[in-house]
Nanobody, 123 residues
Framework: VQLQASGGGLVQAGGSLRLSCAAS????????MGWFRQAPGKEREFVAA????????YYADSVKGRFTISRDIAKNTVYLQMNSLKPEDTAVYYC?????????????????WGQGTLVTVSS
């Protein structure tokens, strides 16, 4: 599975960005796609995940109500709409695939990772 993330950039606090992650290659009968982020000097942390089949979603408390994860089956792409951005959202954002059913927040549950896209939120 190859994952190509895009959409990062520089935005002022309170602004919005939409990240995209296009998947290609091997397919699975059921899987989840997630977004994680890693700020300088910190561990990679879970942001959001979506189950590809039933579109159930799961969010970290820190982004709930501000971020929305969605997917487009035809384009094999997952999106992360980020609104009301805060300086503490600054990080490299990664998309990842977890084969099988279930929405997980642990990094080791995900087998395939994209290259990351940088989001910088200025105060």
């Amino acid at each position: 599975v190859q994952l190509q993330a895009s959409g990062g950039g520089l935005v002022q606090a309170g602004g919005s960005l939409r990240l995209s992650c296009a998947a290609s290659g091997r397919t699975f009968s059921t899987y989840a796609m997630g977004w994680f982020r890693q700020a300088p000097g910190k561990e990679r942390e879970f942001v959001a995940a979506v189950n590809w089949i039933d579109v159930s979603t799961y969010y970290a408390d820190s982004v709930k109500g501000r971020f929305t994860i969605s997917r487009d089956i035809a384009k094999n792409t997952v999106y992360l709409q980020m609104n009301s951005l805060k300086p503490e959202d600054t990080a490299v954002y990664y998309c990842a695939v977890r084969p099988g059913y279930g929405l997980e927040r642990r990094v080791y549950e995900y087998d395939y990772w994209g290259q990351g896209t940088l989001v910088t939120v200025s105060s």
